[in-house]
Nanobody
C-alpha cells in the first residue's frame, strides 16, 4: 500500500508564493518520475511540472519561470515552489508518482489533491 500526502495549499494574493509538498510512503522500492497536475473548475486536468529521479524537470509553458519543481529522493518527497502566482493558477493541485514496489510491479499513484486559491 502506497500513499501520497500533499500539503502546502491555501489562499494567497496575486503575486504571492506558496510551496507544495508531497510525501510518498509505503511499500516503495524506487520512485521514477514525480510530478504535479492541476485542475481548475470546468477545465481538464493539466500537467504543471514533472521531474525525473535524476532531477531533470519540465514545465508547462504557463508556469515556466515562476514555478520550480524539486525532489528529495531520500525522503520520497516532491516539492513545487510557486512564485508570482496569478488568479489563473487557482486549481486543485495533485502530485503523482511513478514507482516500483518490492515485488517489481510498477504503479502510477495520485495524491488526494490540495486547493490553491489566488485571489485578492
Amino acid at each position: 500500500q502506497v500513499q501520497l500526502v500533499e500539503s502546502g495549499g491555501g489562499l494567497v494574493q496575486p503575486g504571492g508564493s506558496l510551496r507544495l509538498s508531497c510525501a510518498a510512503s509505503g511499500s516503495i522500492f524506487s520512485i521514477n518520475d514525480m510530478g504535479w497536475y492541476r485542475q481548475a473548475p470546468g477545465k481538464q486536468r493539466e500537467l504543471v511540472a514533472a521531474i525525473t529521479s535524476g532531477g531533470i524537470a519540465n514545465y508547462a509553458d504557463s508556469v515556466k519561470g515562476r514555478f520550480t519543481i524539486s525532489r528529495d529522493n531520500a525522503k520520497n518527497t516532491v516539492y513545487l515552489q510557486m512564485n508570482r502566482l496569478k488568479p489563473e493558477d487557482t486549481a486543485v493541485y495533485y502530485c503523482t508518482a511513478d514507482l516500483t514496489d518490492y515485488d517489481g510491479y510498477q504503479y502510477y499513484y495520485w495524491g488526494q489533491g490540495t486547493q490553491v486559491t489566488v485571489s485578492s
